[in-house]
C-alpha cells in the first residue's frame, strides 16, 4: 500500500506543455491498465481528468492527456492554461483496492 | 444527478471516536461499492476503506486497519466509517467517493467533512 511516486512540483509558462509523471509497481501501475488522474483544488471534491489511462473524463478539455509504459504512467497538459493550476494524483487500481499517488503541484508561471 | 454528501466531522480529543456518514442519492445506493478517501493537512489523497454493495470483505488501510469500522445500510442509502482511537495523523478532510457504472476511477465524489484530532 505504498503511495505512488510523483513529483512534488512542475511549473510552465501558458501555452507550454508539462508532464506529470507517476510511478508505481508491477502489482499496481504496470499490472492494470486502470490509472486515473485527479484535478483538486483545497476545499473542493477531487475531480477526475483522466480515467483508463488515457481516457479523458466528460468536460475535461483535450489539452489533457495519458499514458502509460512499464510502471509508470504519465499525464500531459499540452498548451498549459492559468486554470490548470492545481495540485494533480494519480490514481491505480491494486486488484482489492486503490492507490493514489503523493500529489504533484502545478503552476502556471 | 447522482450525489454523496459526507457528515459526522467534529472536533476530537486524540484518543477518541467519531461515526462519519455518506449519503447516496440518484442511484441505486445498494449496487454500488463505497469508498473513503482522506486528505491530512498539507498531504496528499489517501485511500482508506472501503465496502462492497454486499457489505462483505471490507478494506482497510494498514495505517487504520483494527481502528476503523466501515459499515454501511443500504435501506438508508448510508454508508459509514467508525474511527477509533483516533491519532493526530487521523486529522484531514475525509471524502467518499463512487466509481461510474462498471468503471474503475473516481468520478463521483463528495464535499468532505473535517476530522480535527486535537487536544
Known amino acids: 500500500q505504498s503511495a505512488l511516486t510523483q513529483p512534488h512540483s512542475v511549473s510552465g509558462s501558458p501555452g507550454q506543455s508539462v508532464t506529470v509523471s507517476c510511478s508505481g509497481t508491477?502489482?499496481?501501475?504496470?499490472?492494470?491498465?486502470?490509472v486515473s488522474w485527479y484535478q483538486h483544488h483545497p476545499g473542493k471534491a477531487p475531480k477526475l481528468m483522466i480515467y483508463n489511462v488515457n481516457k479523458r473524463a466528460s468536460g475535461v478539455p483535450d489539452r489533457f492527456s495519458g499514458s502509460k509504459s512499464g510502471n509508470t504512467a504519465s499525464l500531459t497538459i499540452s498548451g498549459l492554461q492559468p486554470e490548470d493550476e492545481g495540485d494533480y494524483y494519480c490514481?491505480?487500481?491494486?486488484?482489492?483496492?486503490?492507490?493514489f499517488g503523493i500529489g504533484t503541484q502545478v503552476t502556471v508561471l | 444527478e447522482v450525489q454523496l454528501v459526507e457528515s459526522g466531522g467534529d472536533l476530537v480529543q486524540p484518543g477518541g471516536s467519531l461515526r462519519l456518514s455518506c449519503a447516496g442519492s440518484g442511484f441505486t445506493f445498494s449496487l454500488y461499492t463505497i469508498h473513503w478517501v482522506r486528505q491530512a493537512p498539507g498531504k496528499g489523497l489517501e485511500y482508506v476503506s472501503a465496502?462492497?454493495?454486499?457489505?462483505?470483505?471490507?478494506f482497510y488501510a494498514s495505517s487504520v486497519q483494527g481502528r476503523f469500522t466501515i459499515s454501511r445500510d443500504n435501506s438508508q442509502k448510508t454508508a459509514y466509517l467508525q474511527m477509533r482511537s483516533l491519532r493526530i495523523e487521523d486529522m484531514g478532510i475525509y471524502y467518499c467517493a463512487r466509481v461510474s457504472d462498471g468503471g474503475t476511477a473516481f468520478p463521483y465524489w463528495g464535499q468532505g467533512t473535517a476530522v480535527i484530532v486535537s487536544s
Open positions: 490514481c491505480s487500481y491494486a486488484g482489492d483496492f486503490y492507490v
Open positions: 465496502i462492497r454493495s454486499s457489505g462483505d470483505r471490507p
Open positions: 508491477a502489482t499496481d501501475v504496470g499490472f492494470y491498465n486502470f
